[in-house]
């Protein structure tokens, strides 16, 4: 079981810095080079301004957003029962 909550932990790790890096580009794409690399630079301001910006449109980065999110919780949670 630990084995398996590793594995996941590390997948999750590397899909949000994939996901990251398509936030910028939709960053760069929406607003420019000074916005995305500021995106780059500050992921938590970033990615809150970005699903804050794009939550009341239907599309599918409103769900991955909140995907991310559920799953945030679920390691955090995860790593404190752990202890």
Not at 37 to 57: F, K, Q
Request: include cysteine; aromatic fraction near 18%; charge should be positive.
């Amino acid at each position: 079981m630990k084995s398996l909550i590793s594995f996941l932990y590390n997948l999750f790790i590397l899909i949000a810095i994939a996901y990251h890096v398509w936030t910028c580009y939709i960053a760069y794409q929406i607003k420019g080079m000074v916005v995305a690399l500021l995106t780059g630079i500050l992921p938590v301001v970033g990615e809150i301004y970005w699903i804050s910006n794009l939550w009341g449109r239907e599309n599918y980065q409103t769900f991955i957003y909140a995907g991310f999110g559920v799953g945030a919780l679920a390691i955090i949670f995860t790593a404190i029962s752990r202890d």
